[in-house]
């Protein structure tokens, strides 16, 4: 039977409904997260440990979210994992009714909102495929990023001003929005996977060797392998980058509800950049757009030095961003198109797990330097490492030698 066309396919537009909503509230409360652990404790090192807490999960959940996501059923599984994050949500809300969340409850919350968020995002995607139509999928997969960016364009500044007004109003709204997540997807009649795929998940002895394959491919293969190690040494920056820019703003005496605007102003930068990757990509070769990116982070970075209001910041931020989705389509549709239909899953899998392997140490290691050192020297060593990461991709033979075309 044919599916409808996508923006008529009830089902689809039920699932990006629900997660729209659901996302919205996870930008919201990522803002209001440092921002809660900053006035009960005005730790910047506690601050950085919560951030390690919401994106550790990212590497160390991807490939076990993986093998969930095709040996349950994966609607099932997203409601479990928003019922889930919703009750976490609304224990931080009981918490400052009470009186005050305990520091180890927020960094417990921030730990398992991150997990079944990666788990969640992995049972979507393998959901998309029964969703709607093969010759649609390049465009269902363009409107959910679409929607993550909008979420990222709206959420921050609205959890900054929930935040200023109350500092249980951002956790509401995040546990709202994954009521309305659950009821949307509960609402849709589609199954979420073939049946033949669930009957064959029955052997759990192949696992090891299944995932070794994923990774086994990415290994063989010089310029994904390349491009996949420097997603794993700047996904630390750019985690670091967002609790950076909260410390800096805090440190020039911005107000919550600016610091929401200062990353509004950041995802404004990563939607253009999402817009314009088509005829950046067409223009540019790939080793060009993979070096290019380096460069200009690294650019943005030092540049920080010279910010003291959190509107600049928040532009050098998102000027660090706007190449992120350029590069993420030429790597990402490359290694999609060169990877055999029967890995694609494996060989995603051990790419997001690589990419995601040193993400929680960003804001970790902004958190320990901005509180032991001072603003300039946490500055200065974000960017040293930002310059052997250019220096890396600018020497590195596999980038310009090996790029598909």
């Known amino acids: 039977m044919r599916r409808p066309r996508l923006f008529h396919n009830r089902d689809f537009l039920l699932l990006w409904g629900g997660e729209a909503l659901s996302e919205l509230g996870s930008q919201a409360s990522a803002v209001a997260y440092p921002l809660l652990i900053l006035a009960l404790t005005g730790s910047a090192a506690k601050a950085g440990v919560v951030g390690l807490a919401k994106w550790l999960p990212l590497a160390v959940f991807s490939l076990p979210a993986g093998v969930l996501a095709d040996r349950l059923d994966r609607k099932r599984l997203m409601i479990a994992c928003d019922a889930i994050r919703l009750l976490g949500a609304a224990s931080i809300v009981v918490a400052l009714a009470l009186g005050r969340p305990a520091y180890l409850q927020v960094v417990v919350v921030a730990f398992l909102d991150g997990g079944l968020y990666i788990t969640s995002y992995i049972a979507e995607r393998g959901a998309l495929r029964q969703v709607v139509a093969a010759d649609q999928l390049q465009d269902a997969v363009a409107t959910n990023e679409a929607r993550t960016f909008a979420a990222g ?232 490492w930002t310059l052997a990461m250019a220096l890396v991709a600018t020497a590195a033979p596999s980038l310009r030698e090996h790029a598909p075309r």
């Open 153 to 384: 364009l709206i959420g921050p500044s609205l959890g900054g001003v929930l935040f200023a007004t109350a500092r249980a109003l951002p956790f509401i709204a995040d546990a709202w929005s994954f009521l309305c997540s659950m009821i949307a997807i509960a609402a849709t009649r589609t199954r979420f996977q073939l049946e033949a795929g669930r009957a064959g998940r029955t052997s759990w002895r192949r696992l090891g060797a299944e995932l070794a394959e994923g990774i086994g491919w990415l290994r063989h293969h010089p310029f994904f392998r390349t491009t996949g190690l420097l997603a794993a040494a700047g996904n630390p920056v750019y985690t670091g980058l967002y609790l950076l820019a909260i410390l800096l703003a805090r440190h020039h005496h911005s107000s919550a509800a600016l610091i929401g605007v200062m990353f509004t102003i950041v995802a404004a930068f990563g939607l253009l950049g999402a817009v314009l990757a088509g005829p950046i990509r067409r223009r540019l070769s790939m080793h060009a757009i993979v070096v290019g990116e380096q460069w200009l982070l690294l650019g943005a970075v030092l540049l920080l030095l010279l910010a003291h209001n959190a509107l600049l910041i928040g532009a050098l931020v998102g000027i660090a961003e706007f190449p992120t989705p350029v590069g993420n389509a030429v790597v990402a549709g490359s290694r999609v198109a060169a990877a055999p239909d029967h890995l694609q899953g494996r060989v995603q899998a051990a790419a997001s797990t690589l990419a995601m392997s040193l993400a929680w140490l960003g804001p970790l290691a902004v958190g320990l330097l901005f509180e032991r050192t001072d603003p300039t020297a946490t500055v200065l060593v974000v960017a040293a």
